[in-house]
């Protein structure tokens, strides 16, 4: 039975074997829309050059076991996110992946850069990102997809890793972004992270924090962490 989506960031479990099934489509955006879709990208790109337009997951069907859906251009999902009212048109569900990363002294928060296109200033557990083709394969693979933004965002490597499965996925209110949970774990300590992370990721966050496991309790309470990664912590 597909799972129907309501409220404010609400989640649904997802089994352990829940996989992602690529099914064709073909969407048909008339001229004004593909204008529309245009003029947005290029007032994005004029504020932040380095803008790409890769390809993106967009869900259409979603159940505990199975996440169904197509690839589609990024900048359809950003006009999409910048004017949410088009969602009864372009009818877009961008997929992410984000990870719960737990190293031998606790869990790893990362403060999402001030100047970032989405969601500045708030605590999200990375990595995070949308999925994304990185290469000529038409599938899916939920782990290669989060080890992909782990070495990205936090300079860690794949072989210092080990990616649990799918817990949950959760929607975010107006942009329709799903985040596919997943916890993360290495034998490195957070201080070895956070060296990795200053040597050679990018700059999606401006600080990381260690929640220490029997700190967790306070981090919960606090109102500044992404509702997907207060899930994952509260779950972990």
């Known amino acids: 039975m597909t799972a129907l989506f309501s409220g404010q960031w609400p989640l649904l479990p997802l089994l352990p074997s829940c996989f992602v099934r690529v099914v064709p489509h ?14 947005i990208w290029a007032e994005a790109c004029r504020a932040i050059p380095a803008l790409f337009n ?16 197509y690839w589609t251009e990024y900048k359809s999902v950003l006009a999409q996110m910048k004017k949410p ?8 569900q961008p997929l992410a992946v984000i990870g719960l990363l737990e190293t031998p002294d606790g869990f790893v928060l990362g403060r999402r850069h001030p100047s970032s296109l989405y969601q500045g200033n708030f605590w999200q557990s ?11 394969t038409h599938n899916v693979d939920l782990k290669e997809q989060l080890l992909a933004e782990a070495e990205e965002e936090l300079g860690l490597p794949a072989d210092l890793l080990e990616v649990g499965p799918p817990r949950l996925v959760a929607r975010h209110p107006g942009t329709r972004i799903l985040d596919i949970g997943m916890p993360l774990k290495t034998n490195c300590s957070f201080q070895q992270v956070k060296a990795c992370w200053q040597a050679s990721a990018n700059r999606e966050y401006d600080q990381l924090a260690l929640v220490p496991h029997e700190h967790r309790a306070e981090w919960l ?3 500044d962490i992404l509702p997907t990664s207060r899930a994952l912590l509260e779950q972990a």
């Open 26 to 39: 073909k969407p048909a955006y008339d001229s004004a829309l593909q204008d529309e879709i245009e003029r």
């Open 126 to 136: 990375p990595p995070a990102g949308s999925i994304e083709k990185r290469d000529n």
């Open 85 to 92: 009212e088009l969602f009864p048109i372009l009818r877009l």
């Open 221 to 223: 309470a606090r109102g």
């Open 54 to 69: 890769g390809c993106v997951f967009s869900a259409t069907r979603i159940t505990s076991g199975c996440i169904d859906g």
